[in-house]
């Protein structure tokens, strides 16, 4: 087998790794509004803006202020990232993680399927009660279904564990919108403080959500 040749260079672009990664949350720093985000949060915000490419969501970002020492606290524990899709999972970096933590997604276990049609809810959505063993104290991020945020805050208003943070970004045009207005206004409708980030409207989606604990397992940028 011959050697492999990169090919000519014809287009004018920075192909330099760490320089890439430098400049990229150099230029969100220096185009996003981060003056209204909590100063613990600001890595945060950063990184979810990194994963979306829009700058202009930071406004819609809405930040307990007590997520991320929760979050961090709880990872450093060795407490497991619960996620609602694959993609999510996939997305986490595990050399990030403080702890050897683990990244748990049940939505291709065998009675995922049997659960949906029996509850009548989408497969995303049964999924999140398999959590339920690991779920006290355990990170969440949810960055598919709207449904899986749905379901999960009924588990806990029915006297569920408790997970220590929730990421709730699920992304689309059919509840997504409506299940992060929940999970915004979960303390004070039901007296349950329950640290969290979501970011109003239908953006949302698998990369935000693992950007989002990516920046919350550790502090380095």
């Known amino acids: 087998m011959s050697p492999l040749v990169a090919p000519p260079r014809r287009y004018d672009y920075i192909s330099d790794g760490p320089a890439i990664y430098v400049d990229s949350f150099a230029t969100i720093r220096r185009e996003a509004d981060l003056t209204g985000v909590p100063a613990d949060a600001e890595k945060l915000a950063v990184r979810m803006v990194h994963g979306s490419g829009q700058v202009d969501l930071v406004p ?3 930040i307990h202020p007590g997520l991320v020492a929760a979050a961090r606290d709880a990872l450093a524990a060795g407490a497991p990232v ?3 899709a694959r993609m999510v999972a996939m997305g986490v970096t595990a050399s990030r993680l403080p702890a050897g933590n683990e990244v748990l997604c049940h939505l291709t276990d065998a009675e995922v399927p049997d659960l949906a049609r029996r509850w009548g809810t989408t497969r995303t959505a049964a999924a999140v009660s398999l959590w339920e063993p690991r779920l006290e104290g355990a990170v969440v991020a949810i960055g ?5 945020l749905f379901h999960l805050l ?14 709730g970004c699920p992304v689309g045009f059919i509840g997504a ?3 992060k207005e929940a999970l915004a206004a979960f303390g004070d409708e ?4 329950l640290p969290f980030v979501t970011v ?8 935000m959500a693992s950007s989002a604990v990516n920046a919350l397992a550790q502090e380095q940028e």
């Open 177 to 179: 919108r409506e299940s």
């Open 82 to 84: 619960l996620c609602d």
């Open 200 to 207: 109003r409207g239908r953006r949302g989606g698998s990369a």
């Open 144 to 148: 598919n279904a709207p449904t899986a």
């Open 190 to 193: 039901h007296g349950i403080d």
């Open 154 to 167: 009924e588990m806990i208003l029915d006297g569920g564990p408790r997970p220590a943070a929730v990421i």
């Open 60 to 62: 819609d970002l809405v």
